[in-house]
């Protein structure tokens, strides 16, 4: 691991890195679709993006109609090459240069990231590259970036300004991006983020192995022990954890606690904000149980 990647992880405020968290969310639910496959559980399939350059445009496209889904003025956050590793700002890059202003003028504006705006390529991680991205394009006020990634090129962080609520027009929409094709209600953690009714049903699965598992106890039990535990303090992953940032240091979307969080592939929920959901869905009787 870098100093570079261990000092960003620290530079990042608790509350910062919860919004970034949400903001990922958010772009993330609308460009990927998670089916349900009756053997093998939920799979993810990546949407497709389209880039405009030259006219400073990002739009999500329909995976079948390959019309938009939404679209977005753009700037680029940063390269990535994961043949070595390595960081390159937009600014150093001839075929992206025009496309950063508003991006480096962040970067300059924030001190923590002095020593660093003015080093032409450096040895980051992949996913401090991701946190680097987010977090500058939360500094814009911008909703977050998208990682585009094309055959035999360095993976292009997309600084997103701003989308449409969600391709179906909900006002909430599930955090682990479920969009399977039969109807879904969502329980909403924050205004625009929640669990929705099959998902709800995985996380109670996973409770009760827990339960049985890990403590030896009864669901109902195990259910008493979450809700009356105090909320624990958010802990910074440890520096060996390779997984950390996808586990024990991603905040829970809806109250930002990290201790007892179920992940997918792009979001978190803890224990206690999983129970809510349930509770929500079950008053009223949309809690899937087959």
Not at 167 to 182: A, E, I, R, W
Not at 207 to 220: F, N, P
Request: glycine share 6%; net charge negative.
């Amino acid at each position: 691991m870098s100093d570079y990647e261990v000092s960003i992880k620290s530079e990042i405020p608790d509350d910062e890195l919860l919004e970034m968290a949400r903001n990922n969310v958010r772009v993330l639910v609308r460009c990927e679709r998670v089916e349900q496959e009756e053997d093998f559980g939920p799979k993810i399939n990546p949407g497709l993006y389209a880039v405009d350059v030259t006219k400073k445009t990002f739009e999500f496209l329909d995976a079948e109609t390959q019309k938009p889904i939404a679209s977005s003025a753009m700037e680029i956050a940063g390269t990535y090459n994961p043949d070595d590793d390595t960081w390159l700002w937009p600014w150093f890059n001839r075929s992206a240069d025009k496309a950063c202003a508003e991006v480096k003028k962040a970067y300059e504006s924030m001190p923590e990231l002095t020593d660093f705006v003015a080093t032409k390529k450096f040895t980051i991680s992949l996913t401090d590259a991701d946190l680097l991205a987010r977090w500058v394009a939360l500094r814009m006020g911008w909703v977050g970036t998208f990682a585009a990634e094309y055959p035999d090129q360095p993976i292009t962080f997309i600084a997103i300004e701003k989308l449409s609520p969600s391709q179906k027009g909900l006002n909430c929409v599930c955090c682990f991006g479920n969009d399977v094709t039969h109807k879904i209600t969502v329980a909403a953690l924050t205004k625009d983020l929640g669990v929705c009714n099959y998902c709800a049903q995985v996380h109670r699965d996973i409770l009760m192995s827990k339960a049985e598992m890990d403590d030896g106890i009864t669901y109902e039990e195990f259910v008493k022990k979450v809700r009356s535990k105090p909320k624990a303090k958010k802990a910074k992953p440890k520096e060996d954890d390779a997984y950390a940032d996808f586990f024990s240091g991603s905040p829970c979307i809806g109250c930002g606690n990290t201790d007892g969080v179920i992940m997918a592939p792009h979001a978190g929920v803890c224990h206690l904000c999983a129970l809510k959901a349930i509770d929500e869905l079950t008053a009223n009787g949309s809690f899937v149980t087959e």
